[in-house]
């Protein structure tokens, strides 16, 4: 028993410095922005996938900076689904404009029907 308690602490204490008590997910963001939005989250489209946040005029993806390729097509998606316009509302940090760089420009050079907003990080 005293082995296991060793154990837990140890797991305890690496859950503490490695994932603090700030870190959000992505859903708490996409609750948070898409509120402020006036939309709702987690909406079922007729393809049976769920958009992260629809507006009356928007369906958004709301995506970490790092995988700012895969929101450009399910936004996309979205938008066809609700026949609504796309958006990208994209998590960002510190360190990741050049995800947002890439972002924008995808979508300057296909022409792109997609407007983005940023969601700043909690650090």
């Known amino acids: 028993m005293e082995r296991v308690a060793k154990y837990a602490l140890v797991v305890l204490f690496i859950l ?6 700030s870190a959000r997910s992505e ?3 996409a609750e948070a922005w898409c509120a402020g939005q006036g939309g709702i989250t987690e909406v079922l489209m007729p393809a049976g996938t769920r958009c992260d946040c629809l507006t009356n005029t928007h369906a958004v993806e709301v995506e970490r900076a790092a995988k ?3 929101s450009i097509g399910q ?3 979205y938008a066809e689904q609700s026949e609504r316009r796309a958006g990208v509302a994209l998590i960002m940090g510190v360190r990741d404009e050049r995800f947002w760089e890439r972002l924008l420009g995808v979508i300057q050079e296909e022409r792109l029907p997609i407007d983005v907003w940023i ?5």
């Open 16 to 21: 503490l410095v490695y994932c603090p008590a």
């Open 68 to 70: 700012w390729a895969e």
């Open 75 to 77: 936004a996309l998606h």
């Open 119 to 123: 969601i700043e990080e909690e650090e």
């Open 27 to 29: 859903r708490d963001y």
